[in-house]
């Protein structure tokens, strides 16, 4: 993965939440990565498409899909990935 294809990233808990941008594959996936395991975990394109945005607080990874607004806990979000 080059720099010139992530976009946004967001460091929570030892955890990089982060959006390639210019995929020819995917519509500009978001992936999440454990930085102590290095376990990687694409986030379901049900949840976004090319224009999505995400953002994230404390407790919520929250991402914008045409008028809808999903929001994913991120307790349950890193509890799925350490299960991979």
């Known amino acids: 993965m080059r720099?010139?294809?992530?976009g946004k990233i967001v460091e929570i808990n030892g955890h990089l939440i982060f959006?390639?941008?210019n995929s020819n594959d995917f519509s500009n996936p978001i992936f999440v990565l454990n930085m102590d395991s290095g376990v990687i975990a694409r986030?379901?394109?049900?949840?976004?498409e090319s224009d999505s945005t995400f953002s994230v607080d404390i407790t919520h990874l929250k991402i914008q899909k045409n008028d809808v607004l999903h929001s994913i806990a991120i307790n349950e979000l890193f509890k799925a990935i350490k299960l991979l």
């Open 3 to 6: 720099w010139t294809s992530i």
């Open 19 to 21: 959006q390639m941008i």
């Open 43 to 48: 986030i379901s394109s049900d949840f976004y």
